[in-house]
């Protein structure tokens, strides 16, 4: 019999679920954070951002949306977001430059989106159980993917924000 993949044994002091006022179930005591990396190509137009695709057992698994999780009770959304995608994606700290937040507040629960661009090359990669495959996705091709929901409701304003560095949210 194999074994069926499940969440890491590792869990943070932020990890459990919150019933929302929404109505709905969300992960995160103290809400969630991510983070989407932008890549630009030669001519400076953001091309690619990283995603996770999630694992078949997760939270509305078999979906591709940012690396991210739990904020810890003393974390910032941003140290949050910056230390989970380190976690499940293999990104270097040193080769995010953070360009502000975008926040989904439900009042009792929050989601925040870190957006960021590289500052030097590099290839992320599943590092743990939490994801399926995690890989630079041409911004073209990010709307065909079957998104994780509320990134995929998400992605057209994301993406201006990417793309339109003065319109980005402040750090």
């Given at each position: 019999?194999?074994?069926?993949?499940?969440?890491?044994?590792?869990?943070?002091p932020g990890d459990g679920w919150v019933q929302c006022d929404c109505g709905s179930r969300h992960w995160g005591l103290h809400g969630a954070a991510g983070l989407l990396l932008a890549r630009r190509g030669p001519d400076g137009a953001v091309?690619?951002?990283?995603?996770?695709?999630?694992?078949?057992?997760?939270?509305?698994?078999?979906?591709?949306?940012?690396?991210?999780?739990?904020?810890?009770?003393?974390?910032?959304?941003?140290?949050?977001?910056?230390?989970?995608?380190?976690?499940?994606?293999?990104?270097?700290?040193?080769?995010?430059?953070?360009?502000?937040?975008?926040?989904?507040?439900?009042?009792?629960?929050?989601?925040?989106?870190?957006?960021?661009?590289?500052?030097?090359?590099?290839?992320?990669?599943?590092?743990?159980?939490?994801?399926?495959?995690?890989?630079?996705?041409?911004?073209?091709?990010?709307?065909?993917?079957?998104?994780?929901?509320?990134?995929?409701?998400?992605?057209?304003?994301?993406?201006?924000?990417?793309?339109?560095?003065?319109?980005?949210?402040?750090?």
């Amino acid at each position: 019999m194999t074994a069926r993949p499940g969440p890491s044994p590792t869990r943070h002091p932020g990890d459990g679920w919150v019933q929302c006022d929404c109505g709905s179930r969300h992960w995160g005591l103290h809400g969630a954070a991510g983070l989407l990396l932008a890549r630009r190509g030669p001519d400076g137009a953001v091309d690619a951002v990283v995603l996770q695709h999630r694992a078949l057992w997760s939270d509305q698994g078999g979906t591709w949306g940012v690396p991210g999780g739990a904020i810890g009770p003393h974390e910032s959304a941003e140290q949050g977001a910056l230390r989970e995608s380190a976690e499940e994606a293999g990104i270097p700290l040193s080769a995010v430059h953070v360009l502000g937040s975008v926040v989904l507040d439900h009042g009792t629960w929050s989601y925040t989106t870190v957006l960021g661009e590289t500052l030097t090359p590099f290839e992320p990669s599943a590092t743990d159980a939490e994801s399926l495959e995690v890989a630079w996705v041409p911004v073209d091709e990010v709307a065909d993917l079957p998104l994780l929901p509320a990134f995929g409701e998400a992605w057209p304003r994301l993406r201006r924000l990417l793309e339109s560095p003065t319109d980005t949210p402040e750090p």
